[in-house]
């Protein structure tokens, strides 16, 4: 503007779902946590509705000057990597310590009533309601058509309930059956289409089994809220001019946040952790090889970004054990952290798979007593058959080769998640791609070639079905 005056107007994507919501959540979570103190951008104006003279959803807000941390992070030394940790896990700890009155997502009252006649249940703050939950997954595509219990959630139980019941509700309103989303894993179930009716079966189970799984501790049954994607391209940093040290400025993208249980929230944030390595899950300090100097320049940039990794994953645990212990006691208890994993589990959006469902259903019925308590007289309630057993466990390890081949070739490549890559990699990438495809397709049997191309999973796909 010509005073020099600058701010970020933010409109939703055109799948963003569902946009009042995810809108109007994010502004009354965003202005709540800035008024108790943390580093979130002031929201000037906003409109949930399309209702306006610019026939779109907006938020108008802060721009905050400094640099995105995921500009410097590969490029840290370790001090500057424990001091931006430490400061993130102090403010995670601040946020996880205001308790909410249920779960669900957080609304201006005047907001949630507008769209719904209800006013949600009241925080001390009247102004503020905690509502819907506006996570994704309770809303991916068809499923926004549902009448079904989206919160607010006056019990751990519920939280728990409802992303399966979602699910069921889903499957049984728009159900098909359908080849596993994840293509690569097709030729595991003989190319052939899933059945729904497999998924209920699980999510069922999952029903018996989830009220029986609640800690005991009533101070996990307390709400609470965490950032809903806390990675480095959604923190700001600056270097102080005094201290030359970066400090953490400002935390973005508050959207589909939710209010939930801490035993539901728990982990080490994605981009931070580094599970699956033994030095980093012992937590050992780690050193970069005594020979990196003669490693040539692809395994140089293997072990530095392996170094780089471990820090993190070793500072985030380290920090959080002195600034936000009962996070930590969570992350490092097994059981919690098996909970995480079935409530994730069961509220996937189903994409032609029930498997990584049913292996944890089938762990909780091997470890049953160590996750009610030994103490606990409580039978499991579910039961699997022997067969059934030994047929799971044997595509288990099929999937687990498929799965381990396709993370080195995503590595090969230079994939990341969902196969994205940077716009300039990206011809280098298709290029790659396309020479393994033609090096797998000559070495199998011509009868199989037609079916290999045509299911290779790196090309198009019509997703419809899935949504």
Not at 215 to 237: E, G, M, Y
Not at 413 to 437: D, M, R, S, Y
Request: hydrophobic fraction near 40%; charged fraction near 25%; charge should be negative.
């Amino acid at each position: 503007m010509h005073d020099g005056f600058e701010m970020v107007a933010r409109i939703p994507y055109t799948v963003t779902v569902p946009k009042f919501y995810a809108i109007a959540s994010e502004v009354a979570t965003m202005r709540f946590l800035r008024s108790s103190g943390l580093p979130i951008p002031e929201v000037y104006d906003y409109s949930p509705s399309s209702d306006n003279a610019a026939k779109t959803e907006y938020i108008f807000m802060e721009f905050i000057r400094g640099t995105n941390f995921s500009d410097v992070w590969l490029d840290l030394e370790e001090g500057e990597i424990n001091s931006v940790l430490r400061q993130l896990v102090q403010l995670e700890s601040r946020m996880m310590s205001i308790h909410f009155p249920a779960g669900g997502s957080l609304y201006y009252t005047e907001d949630l009533e507008k769209m719904t006649g209800r006013k949600g249940i009241l925080l001390n703050d009247e102004r503020f309601c905690v509502g819907v939950d506006a996570r994704v997954r309770m809303w991916y595509g068809r499923r926004s058509q549902l009448d079904v219990d989206r919160g607010p959630y006056e019990s751990a139980e519920a939280a728990l309930e409802a992303v399966a019941r979602k699910e069921i509700a889903y499957l049984r309103q728009f159900g098909q059956p359908l080849l596993p989303f994840q293509r690569e894993r097709r030729e595991y179930y003989e190319y052939k289409e899933q059945l729904p009716s497999e998924h209920i079966k699980n999510l069922e189970r999952y029903l018996l089994m989830a009220p029986l799984l609640i800690p005991k501790d009533p101070a996990l049954h307390r709400f609470c809220i965490r950032h809903p994607d806390l990675q480095p391209s959604n923190i700001i940093v600056s270097r102080s001019p005094e201290s030359n040290q970066l400090k953490v400025v400002c935390l973005l993208d508050w959207q589909h946040a939710s209010i939930l249980p801490p035993f539901l929230l728990a982990g080490i944030p994605d981009r931070f952790q580094n599970y699956n390595d033994p030095i980093s899950e012992a937590l050992m300090p780690p050193s970069l090889p005594v020979n990196l100097e003669i490693l040539n320049e692809s395994e140089q940039n293997r072990e530095r970004a392996l170094y780089h990794s471990r820090l993190f994953h070793l500072h985030y645990v380290k920090n959080t054990k002195e600034y936000n212990r009962r996070h930590l006691d969570l992350i490092i208890d097994p059981i919690s952290m098996f909970l995480c994993r079935l409530f994730d589990g069961a509220g996937a959006p189903w994409e032609g798979e029930t498997h990584t469902l049913k292996t944890a259903l089938i762990e909780a019925t091997e470890v049953w007593a160590r996750l009610v308590g030994q103490g606990e007289a409580v039978p499991c309630p579910v039961v699997f058959d022997p067969e059934d057993l030994r047929q799971t466990k044997e595509l288990s390890e099929k999937l687990q080769a498929v799965d381990e081949a396709f993370e080195e070739f995503q590595a090969m490549i230079g994939l990341g998640p969902e196969t994205w890559v940077t716009n300039e990699h990206f011809e280098t990438a298709v290029a790659l791609g396309e020479l393994v495809k033609q090096k797998v397709l000559a070495r199998i049997p011509e009868e199989d070639r037609a079916r290999t191309e045509a299911h290779w999973f790196l090309d198009d796909m019509d997703e419809k079905d899935y949504f």
